[in-house]
T-cell receptor
Framework: DTGVSQDPRHKITKRGQNVTFRCDPI?????LYWYRQTLGQGPEFLTY????????KSRLLSDRFSAERPKGSFSTLEIQRTEQGDSAMYLC??????????FGPGTRLTVT | QKEVEQNSGPLSVPEGAIASLNCTYS??????FFWYRQYSGKSPELIMS????GDKEDGRFTAQLNKASQYVSLLIRDSQPSDSATYLC??????????????FGAGTRLFVKA
């Protein structure tokens, strides 16, 4: 059973550096979502793709964040010029159409 | 007003009891409703989905939806210590593109005492 995978699982970076995370969805899923979660909070929506098209992006997402899904399969999330406030768990989820979303294990980012 | 509200808890129940978790949402146009379980340090795991008014049962879990009251709940029967986790309510409003930004509540922490 190949679920959603994310890489890396942990990332420690210094403030001001760029980081990139990868998500591989369940193979038959056409929708892919990125969320950010901090301690004591639920996942916060960042953006989602239907196939290769980015259909919605949170207004909370600054210009330092960008996501791509070039061939409608895997996706990358890049954070430029990281700040300490970016420290969080970054979660990827996928779904088939508008059905239930299944989450990957997440990438924990620590900005020092 | 938060879009999806949950009591943060902790909710403590004895083993074998029924745990009742509640969630309210603000967008009347919401179409899809989900309950996720999240253990500490892990990612959310889907437990139940519900799309129409009424009850939906799956094993020890029952989801209840009342769109008129903008209320969704999760009942866990015969609670076990392994059910101790944070339960996240998630709601998908109807987006302008036709879909579908899912909004999560902050979660309710449940402790089941052995």
């Amino acid at each position: 059973d190949t679920g959603v995978s994310q890489d890396p699982r942990h990332k420690i970076t210094k403030r001001g550096q760029n980081v990139t995370f990868r998500c591989d969805p369940i193979s038959e899923h056409n929708r892919l979502y990125w969320y950010r979660q901090t301690l004591g909070q639920g996942p916060e929506f960042l953006t989602y793709f239907q196939n290769e098209a980015q259909l919605e992006k949170s207004r909370l997402l600054s210009d330092r964040f960008s996501a791509e899904r070039p061939k409608g399969s895997f996706s990358t999330l890049e954070i430029q010029r990281t700040e300490q406030g970016d420290s969080a768990m970054y979660l990827c989820a996928s779904s088939s159409g508008v059905a239930e979303q299944y989450f990957g294990p997440g990438t924990r980012l620590t900005v020092t | 007003q938060k879009e999806v509200e949950q009591n943060s808890g902790p909710l403590s129940v004895p083993e074998g009891a029924i745990a009742s978790l509640n969630c309210t949402y603000s967008d009347r146009g919401s179409q899809s409703f989900f309950w996720y379980r999240q253990y500490s340090g892990k990612s959310p795991e889907l437990i139940m989905s519900i799309y129409s008014n009424g009850d939906k049962e799956d094993g020890r879990f029952t989801a209840q939806l009342n769109k008129a009251s903008q209320y969704v709940s999760l009942l866990i029967r015969d609670s076990q210590p392994s059910d101790s986790a944070t339960y996240l309510c998630a709601v998908t409003p109807l987006g302008r593109t036709g879909g579908f930004k899912t909004i999560f509540g902050a979660g309710t922490r449940l402790f089941v005492k052995a």
